[in-house]
């Protein structure tokens, strides 16, 4: 796996231990295409794994990024890897299981522009990990989230992304939080992200 675009283009992340299922180059890039721009935002990666997400976030100028995942081996390989690449100053690594992680950044001040989610798939953690960021206090105004599935897992009827985009076995919901409440979840259609 190697960074994709950015000041770190073409650098090679550190493989993440057997087991885990990293986003593969190709939606990745997909993801940041839509983005189109993270310069400058505080990132949060949940079940980060190899951080390639994160990782492909710093590369793009963000401010700085969170890389949350419980696997010692995983949080190993994120905090090598950010030394390699120059990113030790604006990268954190949390070994920590997520929700209790969402906790504890909760009693901080910081609070994140965009936060990539992309767990084990078949478990609902994409939509439990999404109930429970939304009740938090840890999302900007305008916050972000991405939200990676299996694409034969079904989504809550409630939550209307502002798109989805299907790549094969893996689909990427794209949600808004309102800037007048982080509760509320903009129900609009692509007017904010490029196609």
Same mark, same amino acid.
């Given at each position: 796996?190697?960074?994709?675009?950015?000041?770190?283009?073409?650098?090679?992340?550190?493989?993440?231990?057997?087991?885990?299922?990293?986003?593969?180059?190709?939606?990745?890039?997909?993801?940041?295409?839509?983005?189109?721009?993270?310069?400058?935002?505080?990132?949060?990666?949940?079940?980060?794994?190899?951080?390639?997400?994160?990782?492909?976030?710093?590369?793009?100028?963000?401010?700085?990024?969170?890389?949350?995942?419980?696997?010692?081996?995983? @949080?190993? +390989? &994120?905090?090598?890897? =950010? *030394? /390699?690449?120059?990113?030790? !100053?604006?990268?954190? #690594?949390?070994?920590?299981?997520? @929700?209790? +992680? &969402?906790?504890?950044? =909760? *009693? /901080?001040?910081?609070?994140? !522009?965009?936060?990539? #989610?992309?767990?084990?798939?078949?478990?609902?953690?994409?939509?439990?990990?999404?109930?429970?960021?939304?009740?938090?206090?840890?999302?900007?105004?305008?916050?972000?989230?991405?939200?990676?599935?299996?694409?034969?897992?079904?989504?809550?009827?409630?939550?209307?992304?502002?798109?989805?985009?299907?790549?094969?076995?893996?689909?990427?919901?794209?949600?808004?939080?309102?800037?007048?409440?982080?509760?509320?979840?903009?129900?609009?259609?692509?007017?904010?992200?490029?196609?």
């Amino acid at each position: 796996m190697r960074i994709v675009a950015g000041s770190a283009r073409g650098r090679r992340i550190a493989a993440p231990p057997r087991g885990v299922r990293p986003t593969s180059d190709k939606v990745r890039e997909a993801i940041f295409d839509i983005l189109s721009s993270v310069d400058g935002l505080h990132v949060l990666d949940l079940y980060a794994g190899s951080g390639a997400l994160g990782f492909e976030a710093l590369s793009r100028a963000a401010a700085s990024a969170t890389f949350v995942d419980d696997s010692a081996a995983c @949080a190993h +390989a &994120i905090a090598e890897t =950010a *030394r /390699e690449m120059g990113f030790a !100053d604006r990268a954190r #690594v949390l070994r920590m299981p997520v @929700a209790r +992680a &969402i906790r504890s950044l =909760a *009693r /901080e001040p910081v609070r994140f !522009d965009l936060v990539l #989610v992309d767990p084990p798939y078949g478990k609902g953690l994409a939509w439990t990990t999404f109930a429970d960021l939304i009740a938090s206090p840890i999302l900007a105004p305008g916050a972000t989230l991405v939200l990676e599935t299996a694409t034969r897992d079904a989504r809550p009827e409630l939550v209307t992304p502002v798109s989805s985009r299907r790549y094969g076995d893996t689909t990427v919901h794209f949600l808004t939080v309102q800037p007048t409440s982080p509760t509320e979840i903009d129900h609009g259609q692509d007017r904010d992200l490029p196609r």
